[in-house]
């Protein structure tokens, strides 16, 4: 059973107390201590200010303050004059290290040896040190994936680092990992990593050995699209719902607290069952707060090689980590939707659009391709208020903005322009094109008994300049209107499209 933690800092020097809750543990030198597997005891000779305390001292004082990795021993406040001194105890054997040692700036890196030689008999040394030679590559890959998923404003680009993680040899090395989101009552395969098949495996192995690549190359190769994305697409294919199966694999995985190492010669989820899984695979649900995020399958099918408990820990750890940047992301997209978006439509707002029309004029302009602009009103919309209640305006307004985002290619912008008027620029679109794009808003609207006015213009076709777009468009809206409503106007065209 584990120690329950227990704070021993009242039991130093009242002038070092705020230095050594302040101080830094190395991440290496609290696993190393903390994989020992038995008891190490920390005495010390300590001297009653903090100038005279080195770095690596207060690191070592703080584990055993805490009593984790370390348990506290004597403590001995010395005279100013005397020099400081830690003891570290294992079973009869001793590790001394005096000023000096504590002084020397090669200690970080020979203190984690120097423990395991001095206190541990060479079997058990041995046994550490091999564990620590494997722990702490994965350890330094982790930080450095946890610094990349903190710097980064999408949350597409955060799954991919974490799968990365999970799959990549510098980290936990598993074949393939993919990420299910849910979806009402299903999860949808959101995103996933690994090989399509034997052949690829081998060749994506061998070319991140040749090339010795890093974390930050791989996260580089995607955001430059330079990845093999044959399982991703297929992983997009599946969905998965829980059954009332015991013994389901989904069900199990959303009712444990952690990561799930399961061994199966047959799946029990139909769903999971696409994936062919490896017979020994790990599932574990993403959750951050009380919300799950989403669901992790990784196994190691290609290579077949068993999971251990060291990469389940880490897995946790990492899981963990995804989670709570997952979570501010999600909070930061609310907070830039709220500022960029129309609440009502969810389309963009006024403020949103004037810059997206900016850069597209600037864009144009520097190109020379063409560019359409609709200015769109409902007609009769004080009307529909006054009769029927806001909330009827309010869902036709809906509507529109439905329309409008359906109907769009993924370079337009639509917008609502203010009260009941909405605006969409069509880049790339001449007059032909527009026309067609205004036949069809209007034939959805008429058929839910919707009228509009529109008014059109293009540029360089119909306008001298790009900033003349909304001005002409909204001439010709106003030609529209006074023509009878329920049509759009082009600029110098006597024929109306009528609804």
């Not at 597997?37 to 584990?63: N, Q």
């Not at 009332?244 to 959303?254: N, R, V």
Request: hydrophobic content about 40%; aromatic content about 6%.
């Amino acid at each position: 059973m584990a120690r329950a933690q227990v704070s021993h800092y009242n039991r130093f020097p009242t002038g070092i107390v705020q230095a050594v809750r302040q101080a830094s543990v190395p991440p290496y030198l609290h696993a190393l201590l903390a994989r020992l597997g038995a008891e190490v005891e920390l005495d010390a000779d300590l001297p009653p200010l903090e100038e005279s305390l080195p770095d690596s001292a207060l690191a070592l004082l703080k584990l055993a303050a805490q009593d984790t990795a370390l348990r506290l021993g004597s403590v001995t406040v010395l005279e100013e004059a005397d020099p400081i001194r830690l003891r570290l105890r294992h079973r009869g054997r001793k590790l001394v290290l005096d000023r000096q040692d504590l002084l020397d700036p090669a200690l970080s890196s020979i203190l984690v040896r120097r423990i395991a030689e001095e206190l541990l008999d060479p079997p058990a040394a041995s046994r550490a040190l091999e564990r620590f030679a494997r722990e702490a590559p994965r350890q330094e890959a982790l930080r450095r994936l946890t610094r990349e998923m903190l710097g980064t404003h999408s949350i597409d680009t955060l799954l991919y680092i974490a799968l990365l993680g999970i799959t990549s040899g510098l980290a936990l090395g598993f074949n393939r990992a993919v990420l299910f989101t849910p979806e009402g009552d299903i999860w949808r395969g959101r995103r996933g990593i690994g090989p399509s098949d034997d052949d690829e495996a081998h060749r994506v192995w061998e070319a991140i050995e040749f090339e010795d690549m890093t974390i930050e190359d791989l996260i580089d190769d995607y955001e430059s699209n330079r990845v093999d994305s044959r399982f991703d697409r297929h992983v997009q294919t599946l969905t998965l719902s829980a059954s009332e199966d015991a013994e389901d694999e989904i069900k199990l995985a959303l009712e444990s607290e952690e990561p799930l190492r399961l061994e199966r010669e047959r799946v029990h989820n139909p769903g999971l069952a696409a994936l062919t899984p490896h017979r020994e695979f790990v599932i574990s649900r993403v959750r951050s707060r009380k919300e799950v995020r989403a669901l992790l399958f990784a196994d190691n099918l290609y290579t077949g090689a068993a999971v251990d408990a060291e990469v389940m820990g880490f897995l946790g750890f990492l899981l963990d980590a995804t989670a709570v940047v997952w979570e501010n992301l999600t909070l930061l997209e609310h907070v830039d939707r709220l500022a960029r978006r129309d609440a009502l439509t969810g389309l963009f707002n006024r403020r949103e659009f004037e810059m997206r029309f900016a850069e597209e004029q600037s864009r144009c302009e520097r190109s020379g391709s063409s560019c359409s602009l609709l200015l769109i009103d409902v007609d009769h919309f004080k009307s529909i208020n006054d009769e029927k209640g806001h909330h009827a305006g309010d869902q036709v307004l809906k509507l529109v903005g439905a329309w409008l985002s359906i109907g769009m290619r993924q370079h337009d912008v639509a917008a609502r322009y203010g009260g009941d008027e909405f605006i969409l620029l069509l880049p790339g679109a001449g007059p032909r094109d527009t026309r067609s794009v205004v036949r069809r808003l209007g034939a959805v609207a008429k058929e839910n008994g919707v009228s509009l006015s529109v008014g059109a213009a293009a540029w360089p076709d119909q306008c001298a300049g790009f900033s003349d777009l909304i001005d002409t468009a909204d001439e010709c809206l106003y030609r529209a209107k006074n023509a009878g409503r329920g049509r759009c106007a082009f600029p110098g065209d006597e024929d109306l499209i009528v609804f």
